[in-house]
């Protein structure tokens, strides 16, 4: 899901403002990091898979850069690392009651719950939600319908929300993303570049928000990706089976281990967690005032034009997650070894076939990040 310019980011703090005239911006400590989630395999003893972090990491400092794309091997930690990282984010406000938990510094009136309030708002902390989209899901199951209980019992219209609607300012995860059905397939575009879901069916005629964290994983060999789908994914990762010994002893430790005793696995990572979970408020707080020097940007747009991608989303793709990569590194400015480090996450995807290359996408991008940021 993109959030563009129009529709702020819930997640993202509101800019400081700035006092009087010619006063420094004043600029707000980070919240204090709220308890972890147990019960979840913690986000901080997933073993490699570097990549696949960082950009989930990236997502959840600044969702604007438009989801995450997981592609690979059979368990190798694709569906454990997302529920890992909901479970270690801090709770979030949202109106009590509000079947879309929104946010209650936002304007009421994109929500019908929200907009039908007299007075102030309530409100109360809930987790980040995770939403599972089976890939066999129906489609009142997915965009809501009418509640036939209360049709029929009460005789009253009412909205039953669906997946769509549990996902707002969340996750919505779709496993084996790449086996999705067509029409369900179609539904995503249209709540992806509106951030609203619209549902004109059965008498009904509602809109409500719906925009969320777009996450898919799955393994290639199964089938490729509607192109129209995969371009709304800001971020596509590759993970593989690890091939050093180490790794995987270390991986089969702490999977057993946390499978025998969950608590105490969660107890021994808790501490670390609460250092991912402050360096995440750190990065959003600072996220405003990371600048991407004009010099980045050019180096951006020489390394979409290299490769030849369609568009300018690959750009703007570079620079948002470039800026997310800065503030999680607690710098000030986006450099090019940021560049480089989320280069072919933003790119591997984008890539037009070239029957006369046959290097996979991954090596095409490294390829030109050697050549135009030497």
Known sequence: ???????????????????????????????????????????????GQD????????????????????F?????GKSTAIRALA???????????????????????????CAAQAGARRSRRVPVPVVDLPLGATEDRVVGALDLERALTAGVKAFEPGLLARANRGFLYIDEVNLLEDHLVDLLLDVAASGVNTVEREGLSLRHPARFVLVGSGNPEEGELRPQLLDRFGLAVEVTTPTEIATR?????????????????????AAAERRLQKRILAARDRLPRVAVPDAVLEAAARLCLALGTDGLRGELTLMRTARALAALDGADAAGLDHLRRI?????RHRLRRNPLDEAGS????????AEVLA
């Open 343 to 347: 280069a072919p996450a933003a790119l």
């Open 362 to 369: 991954t090596a095409r991008v490294a390829r030109a990040v």
């Open 87 to 113: 479970a270690l984010l801090p709770p979030m406000k949202a109106v009590e009651g509000c079947p879309y938990a929104c946010d209650p510094a936002a304007s009421a009136e994109a929500c019908p719950h």
């Open 72 to 76: 690979g091997d059979r368990g190798t």
């Open 249 to 269: 002893i270390a991986v089969v430790r702490g999977r057993d281990a946390f499978e025998r005793d969950p608590a105490a696995f969660v107890a021994a990572h």
């Open 1 to 47: 899901m993109t959030f563009d310019d129009h529709h702020p980011d819930p997640h993202r703090p509101l800019p400081p403002e700035a006092g009087e005239a010619g006063a420094p911006i004043a600029r707000r400590a980070p919240r204090p990091a709220e308890p972890v989630a147990s019960g979840v395999f913690p986000f901080s003893a997933i073993v």
């Open 51 to 70: 990549e696949m972090k960082r950009a989930l990491l990236i997502a959840a400092v600044d969702p604007s850069v438009g989801g995450v794309l997981v």
